[in-house]
C-alpha cells in the first residue's frame, strides 16, 4: 500500500487479495458457525460401543448351541422317519404274506390214527387186556394169562362153574378166568365192561385182583 498526493490510501493487487480472503473467511464463520438447534440435535454424535469379547463369545455359544439343537432335532426326525418307513415295510410284507397264505389251499389235518385192531379170539382177548393192564399199571405176561386161562376155562368166555363151593354158595365162578360176581365188581377195571362173561374185562379184572393178592397173574398156578 501507497499514499499519493491525493490524501488517499491506494491498495495494491496484494492487498485486494488479502481483503477478499478476509471478507470470505467471515462469511464462511458466518455459514459454517450458525447451525439451528434443530439440526444440531438430529446429527447429534453416535457414542461408540464398547467391544467386549465376553459378550461376543456368549453370542457365539448361543449361536452354536441353537444350531446343534437344531441338528439334533432334524437327526431325530429322520430317525423317526427311518423307523416308521421301517415299520411301514414290515406291515406290508406281513400283509403280503397273510394275503398269500390266504390265496394257499388249507393243509389236510392229518388223519386220526385207526384204533388198534384185536382178533375176536383169545388171542386178541389177551393182547387188548394187556394193552388196558399197562396203561393202568397192573402187573402179568401173555404167557401167565393164557395158562391160567386154559386151565380155568379152557379159553371158553362163556365158561360157568356150578358144582364147587362158591356154586353152592351161590356164587358160581364164571368166564376165562372163573371169576366170581363180588370179586369181579370189586377189582373191575373203568374203561372194561362190566359183563363178566366179557372176555376181556374178565381177564383185565382178574389180573386186578391176583396182582392185589399174588402180586401177579404169573404167580397163580392153581384156583386162585
Given amino acids: 500500500m501507497r499514499s499519493n498526493h491525493s490524501g488517499y490510501t491506494r491498495l495494491t493487487k496484494a492487498h485486494k487479495f488479502a481483503a477478499a480472503g478476509v471478507t470470505t473467511a467471515a462469511a464462511a464463520g458466518v455459514v459454517l458457525g450458525v447451525v439451528p438447534a434443530a439440526t444440531a440435535a438430529t446429527h447429534a454424535p453416535v457414542k461408540p460401543v464398547a467391544w467386549n469379547a465376553e459378550a461376543f463369545g456368549q453370542t457365539q455359544d448361543a449361536e452354536l448351541a441353537k444350531a446343534a439343537d437344531a441338528a439334533a432335532t432334524q437327526a431325530k426326525t429322520d430317525a423317526q422317519a427311518k423307523v416308521k418307513a421301517a415299520a411301514d415295510r414290515g406291515a406290508q410284507a406281513a400283509s403280503r404274506a397273510q394275503a398269500r397264505t390266504a390265496l394257499k389251499p388249507a393243509a389236510a389235518k392229518p ?50 362153574n356150578d358144582w364147587d363151593v362158591n356154586a353152592v354158595n351161590g356164587v358160581p365162578s364164571k368166564g376165562l378166568l372163573q371169576i366170581i360176581d363180588p370179586t369181579f365188581k370189586a377189582y373191575h377195571v373203568d374203561g372194561t365192561s362190566w359183563d363178566i362173561y366179557d372176555p376181556v374185562a374178565n381177564i383185565v ?20
Wanted: net charge neutral; charged share 20%.
Fill in 205 to 224: 379184572a382178574s389180573c386186578n385182583y391176583a396182582a392185589d393178592k399174588y402180586g401177579s397173574m404169573d404167580n397163580v398156578n392153581s384156583a386162585y
Fill in 111 to 160: 388223519a386220526a390214527p385207526a384204533p388198534k385192531a384185536y382178533g375176536d379170539n383169545l388171542d386178541g382177548w389177551i393182547t387188548q387186556a394187556l394193552d388196558i393192564m399197562k396203561a393202568k399199571n397192573i402187573p402179568g405176561s401173555y404167557e401167565g394169562i393164557k395158562r391160567n386161562v386154559m386151565r380155568e376155562s379152557t379159553g371158553n368166555p362163556h365158561a360157568i
